[in-house]
């Protein structure tokens, strides 16, 4: 019979998913964790992964990389992640699970929603390499459908039909997402040498400036005087923009009130 080897997951390019473990679904729906050695766990590659996207980007991660953060053979890692995206799929919804107010959630829905929505922002901030899993993958863990019960619990006090209040759950957060998605991509335009980001800023700040002087942006020209990345922080207001519509919607009108 011809030998079986392992698919090529080592670069930091994405590969392919397995297929067999494509065909199976997700990782969380399928048995096939086989633990090879006491001292490597799933949780602690997950755990070195997202250290690695943290501190390089997601472009970093790699089957190679992990077991070198590890100190470990890479093929040691197959017996317990399948394939780089089945890593992937396991780092966000570690991620995932730090969004979780538990207990701690208000029950006033306006109050839960601000702080659903102020979490996701913090999360999305500190691991910014989540967004780019969003768009290629499907989060579908048991951390990632958690939070998505606690933002429908957040607005059950308003009792509406489901769809009406998953409207309002997609809304604040396709808002917050796309907040930390402006302001990440800031923060990545900006070089992280401080002499090199310190001439970047100023040669960005002086093609403003003529932009602005220019007449040919009237509606935006106090913005761009302020230089780049100097705009107000908005996103409460924002928010506020959308509780207050929910507001308007679907609670009742109090006394005197127009």
């Given at each position: 019979?011809?030998?079986?080897?392992?698919?090529?997951?080592?670069?930091?390019?994405?590969?392919?998913?397995d297929?067999?473990?494509?065909?199976?679904?997700?990782?969380?729906?399928?048995?096939?964790?086989?633990?090879?050695?006491r001292?490597?766990t799933?949780?602690?590659?997950?755990?070195?992964?997202?250290?690695i996207?943290?501190?390089?980007?997601?472009?970093?991660?790699?089957?190679?990389?992990?077991?070198?953060?590890?100190e470990?053979r890479?093929?040691?890692?197959?017996?317990?992640?399948?394939?780089?995206?089945?890593?992937?799929?396991?780092?966000?919804?570690?991620?995932?699970?730090?969004?979780?107010?538990?207990?701690?959630?208000?029950?006033?829905?306006?109050?839960?929603?601000?702080?659903?929505?102020?979490?996701?922002?913090?999360?999305?901030?500190?691991?910014?390499w989540t967004?780019?899993?969003?768009?290629?993958?499907?989060?579908?863990?048991?951390?990632?459908?958690?939070?998505?019960?606690?933002?429908m619990?957040?607005?059950?006090?308003?009792?509406?039909d489901?769809?009406?209040?998953?409207?309002?759950?997609?809304?604040?957060?396709?808002?917050?997402v796309?907040?930390?998605?402006?302001?990440?991509?800031?923060?990545?335009?900006?070089?992280?040498?401080?002499a090199?980001?310190?001439e970047?800023?100023?040669?960005?700040?002086?093609?403003?400036?003529?932009?602005?002087e220019?007449?040919?942006?009237?509606?935006?020209?106090?913005?761009?005087?302020?230089?780049?990345?100097?705009?107000?922080?908005?996103?409460?207001?924002?928010?506020?923009?959308i509780?207050?519509?929910?507001?308007?919607?679907?609670?009742?009108?109090?006394?005197?009130?127009?």
């Amino acid at each position: 019979m011809p030998r079986r080897t392992m698919p090529d997951m080592t670069s930091s390019s994405r590969p392919p998913a397995d297929e067999a473990s494509q065909a199976a679904g997700p990782v969380w729906a399928r048995n096939d964790r086989q633990p090879r050695r006491r001292t490597l766990t799933r949780d602690s590659i997950v755990r070195a992964a997202v250290a690695i996207a943290d501190r390089d980007g997601l472009d970093a991660v790699s089957i190679r990389s992990v077991a070198a953060a590890l100190e470990v053979r890479p093929m040691s890692l197959y017996g317990h992640v399948s394939s780089k995206e089945d890593l992937l799929d396991l780092m966000f919804d570690q991620v995932a699970g730090e969004c979780l107010l538990g207990d701690e959630l208000p029950q006033q829905w306006r109050s839960a929603l601000e702080a659903i929505a102020r979490r996701t922002r913090d999360q999305g901030m500190a691991h910014p390499w989540t967004i780019e899993v969003q768009v290629d993958r499907i989060p579908l863990g048991p951390n990632t459908l958690r939070v998505l019960d606690e933002w429908m619990r957040a607005v059950a006090p308003l009792s509406l039909d489901q769809d009406a209040a998953w409207s309002i759950v997609t809304a604040v957060n396709d808002y917050t997402v796309g907040y930390v998605i402006r302001l990440t991509a800031q923060q990545r335009a900006v070089p992280s040498d401080p002499a090199a980001a310190g001439e970047w800023t100023s040669s960005v700040n002086s093609y403003l400036t003529e932009c602005a002087e220019s007449g040919d942006y009237p509606h935006i020209a106090a913005l761009l005087h302020q230089g780049f990345a100097n705009q107000p922080n908005n996103f409460a207001e924002g928010l506020a923009y959308i509780l207050d519509r929910v507001e308007q919607l679907h609670t009742p009108t109090r006394p005197g009130r127009q």
